[in-house]
Every structure is written in structure tokens, then in C-alpha cells.
């Protein structure tokens, strides 16, 4: 099985939760024979993939940067090239510009969400976004929050209860120096 991650930043140039999260799937995933790569946006992007800690990750070139959400003209044609190589693409949320990418390539492969959060700090943004964040939640698969209270007290995932569940995340303990 192949897995594609899909998020707006990730190592090397970027350590974060998310990317954090993305990175312990992908070697957990491995110790099960499952392939992942990972689709991220840069403004330092190589053309060619790179390769971290022994996966794939695509870089597509940031254009601009509107309210911490990277945006790439670039990112529409690698994303259609390369996901059909893969049986199911796994979205991280939030991240609207993923959503347009499941929207012009995506659609016709399975999809999970990782809905690792609710919109908060984007008062005026997430009204705007509304309607594209219904279309994606609706059509894709599966939605994975991180815990049951998230799933319990989120306004959004209670619209999506029907295809939702919480699935904790499972760090590598022997990451993080104590």
C-alpha cells in the first residue's frame, strides 16, 4: 500500500505538531510495509523529490502566503502528476489549500482527513472558507480526530459525525529526550 500525506509544511525545513505527526506515521507505517511520501508546499522547493529519513517528500514551490496558508500555482500539476501513484492520499487538516488540491486531483482516490484542529485565530477567513471546508469534509472518506472529546465538542466534526473518529495520535516515545 502507498500512502500520500498531504500538508502545507514538513522536514526538513519545518519542525512542527503537525509535520511532527506526519513524520512517526510515516515510520510507523513503514514497520508495516506500508510506503508513504509526503506533498508539501516550500519556498525553497527542489525540483525533483527529496528524500527524508528514508521516504519521498514532493515540494511544490510557494507563490504567496495568505493568513499562514501557502498557496502554489506549481502545486496543482505535480499533485495531479503524482497522486494516482498512490491507493489512498491522507489530507492534515486544516490546510484550505489542500482541499482545492484533493478538489482538482484528488477526488478519485480514496481519502483520509487527520483534523487536527478547528479554526480559531481566522474569524473573518473561516466564514469565507466555509463552503469549500463542506465540500472537502463532505466528500472525503474518512475523518480522524485525535481524541473523542475533540470529536464531542467541535462545532464542524459534529456536521460529519457519520464518517469521524478519534484515533489518538501515537507518538515514538524514544523521540522525545526526557
Known amino acids: 500500500m502507498r500512502i500520500l500525506h498531504v500538508y502545507k509544511s514538513y522536514y526538513p525545513e519545518v519542525y512542527g505538531g503537525v509535520p511532527q505527526a506526519i513524520r512517526h506515521l510515516v515510520h510507523g507505517c513503514a514497520e508495516?510495509?506500508?510506503e508513504s511520501e509526503v506533498f508539501t508546499l516550500s519556498a525553497n522547493a527542489a525540483d525533483d523529490p527529496i528524500t527524508f529519513e528514508g521516504h519521498r517528500v514532493t515540494q511544490a514551490?510557494?507563490?504567496?502566503?495568505?493568513?499562514?496558508t501557502p498557496l502554489s500555482i506549481?502545486?496543482?500539476?505535480?499533485f495531479r502528476?503524482?497522486?494516482?501513484?498512490?491507493?489512498?492520499i491522507h489530507y492534515h487538516y486544516p490546510y484550505p489549500f489542500g482541499d482545492l488540491l484533493y478538489l482538482h486531483g484528488g477526488r478519485s482516490i480514496p481519502s483520509i482527513v487527520?483534523?487536527?484542529c478547528d479554526i480559531v485565530r481566522q474569524r473573518f477567513l473561516k466564514h469565507v472558507y466555509y463552503p469549500l471546508q463542506t465540500v472537502f469534509l463532505k466528500s472525503v472518506d474518512r475523518i480522524i480526530?485525535?481524541?473523542t472529546n475533540y470529536m464531542d465538542t467541535s462545532p464542524v466534526l459534529q456536521q460529519f459525525?457519520?464518517?469521524t473518529e478519534a484515533i489518538s495520535l501515537g507518538l515514538n516515545k524514544e523521540a522525545f529526550p526526557m
Open 61 to 68: 514551490k510557494t507563490s504567496v502566503e495568505v493568513a499562514s
Open 32 to 34: 508495516h510495509g506500508i
Open 81 to 88: 502528476k503524482i497522486a494516482p501513484q498512490f491507493d489512498v
Open 74 to 78: 506549481e502545486a496543482f500539476s505535480k
Open 114 to 116: 487527520t483534523y487536527h
Open 161 to 163: 459525525l457519520y464518517k
Open 145 to 147: 480526530c485525535t481524541s
